[in-house]
Every structure is written in C-alpha cells, then in structure tokens.
C-alpha cells in the first residue's frame, strides 16, 4: 500500500539500506585492487541473478514474463549497468569520500526527474532549495581539487556523476507504470539479468579481469551479490514502491555522511574542511527535503 509519507518501518529500513550501501563503497573499494571494476561489476550481476531467482521462488513468487515490459525491462538493465559500470570505475580511481558525495546526489536528478514525470512528486520551494544544497556541495567536491588531500581524480569524480545520473534513471523507470506493475524483485530480475552480459562484454576494453587477486576478494564479491543486490536494491526498490520517491531518494544523502566516515576510519582517507562542507550540504539538504 503507497503512503504520502515517511513512517517509523520506512526510516528504520531506510537507514538500515544506507548503512549498508555506505559499507559497500569501501567493499568495493577493497576488491577492485585484485579484481578488474567492470568485470567485477559484470560477475556481480551474473551471480546476483541466481540469487534474486532463488528469493523469488522461495518467496512463492517465481519470475514470469509481463507482457508489455520488455521494452522498460531492456532499458532498466541497460541504464543500471551505466550505472555500476560509472560506480565501480569512480570508486578504482577516486576516494571513497569524493565518490559517495557525488554518486548521492542522485536525488538532485531523481527529484527534477519526478517534478517533471511523476504524478503527485512536484517540487515545492523549500525541496527545491535543499536539491539546490546538495547540488552546491556535490559541485564542491568535484571541483576543490585539493580536498581530498592529492588522492581524488578528476576521472573518477566524473565517473562518479554519471553514476549518480543512472542511479536516477533507474529509479525514475521503476517507478514508472509498466515497470512499476512488475514489484521490486522482477524489477531487479531484469536489472542484473540484462547488465551482466553488457558488462562482461565490455570489461576487456578495461584491463586484464585479474590483477592481485586474493580469496577475500571472492568472498566480497558473493557478498556483493547475495547481500547488497539482493537484499539491498530488493529493499531499495520495496521503499521506492511504497513511499514518495523523492523522499526515499533524499535519504541517501545519509550515506555519504557514512562513507566519509568509513574512508576515514577503514581507508585512511584525508577529510580537509571542503570535502566535510561538500557534505554538510548534503546534509542540509536532506532536512530540507524531508520538511513537512
């Protein structure tokens, strides 16, 4: 049943997913120093679908084909794999910390995507300015070169944006009525299923798929696929289902609060004023978002 707003399951899910997305980033982190971001990216999908289909049919739900949705099925699939093949290439060649701030500020572009194409999720005066917050701090840390004390790159922050603006079309086609009439988890279904074979395919355009690959590196990577896909994005998609989305979407802005937090303690990640400004913002613009 859609509400109009936030209740007390929505934020404990919501934060439990932000928590879990924030950990991913250093996750990733970790295993594209012995395995190749996209092909990483593309094994991730391949395993996730085995998983998304076992929860399916263990959930009595198994996957079946809707007529109507192959069109939106293809196009979720292939946005999403812009989108991890962006993420995982930001996160190989920028900080956890300047990756997070820009790759959240998906709801600056889900927000105007849904003002414009969703019914009932126009932008008032006082949303509108806390996007405008978290556009200005994700433009910070992209264009402070020095807040991230030399380990940033221009690259990756770019990857980083792009990312962000898949993120967002990812959720603005779930949302709409064809994908929308699917559910959350054949919604995923089509997401892994479609971008595991664009990303492998492309991977060889990005390196060798091996570099100093040790047995942790497999371990993150069933993880990747068994927790956060699988449970993550299925409990992403589930808010996105039940709750407005522009106020799912602003509560991502937690996780790069997170991840500034995890790069500093897990990375050892410089954290000078701009990249903590960057993220106050972000934060300001979470509170604005979310005002009655």
């Excluded at 263990?58 to 099925?73: F, Q, S, V």
Aim: proline share 5%; hydrophobic share 60%.
């Amino acid at each position: 049943m859609r509400k109009d707003r936030l209740d007390g399951t929505g934020i404990a899910a919501l934060l439990g997913v932000t928590a879990l997305l924030a950990a991913n980033q250093v996750i990733v982190k970790i295993t594209t120093a012995g395995l190749q971001p996209v092909f990483f990216a593309g094994a991730r999908s391949a395993l996730a679908v085995l998983f998304v289909w076992g929860w399916m049919v263990w959930k009595g739900r198994a996957p079946r084909y809707t007529p109507g949705t192959l069109g939106p099925g293809l196009l979720i699939g292939a946005v999403f794999a812009v989108e991890f093949l962006c993420l995982f290439m930001a996160l190989d060649l920028t900080t956890v910390s300047r990756a997070a701030i820009i790759f959240y500020s998906m709801p600056v572009w889900l927000g105007l995507a849904a003002h414009f194409g969703l019914p009932g999720e126009r932008l008032t005066k006082v949303r509108a300015l806390g996007l405008l917050l978290a556009f200005c701090g994700t433009a910070w840390a992209i264009l402070d070169r020095g807040s991230s004390g030399g380990q940033g790159s221009l690259a990756g922050d770019l990857y980083a944006l792009v990312g962000a603006f898949g993120w967002a079309g990812t959720a603005f086609i779930a949302r709409r009525p064809r994908m929308a009439a699917v559910g959350p988890e054949m919604q995923l279904l089509w997401m892994v299923a479609v971008s595991a074979p664009m990303l492998l395919i492309v991977a060889p355009a990005f390196g060798p798929f091996l570099r100093a690959v040790e047995p942790m590196h497999w371990v993150w990577l069933v993880f990747q696929a068994g927790v956060v896909v699988a449970g993550g994005f299925i409990s992403w998609l589930w808010l996105l289902s039940r709750y407005p989305a522009a106020t799912v979407a602003s509560f991502s802005f937690l996780t790069p609060i997170f991840s500034l937090t995890l790069g500093w303690l897990l990375m050892g990640e410089h954290l000078g004023w701009s990249i903590l400004g960057a993220g106050g913002l972000v934060a300001a613009g979470i509170i604005l978002i979310n005002r009655r």
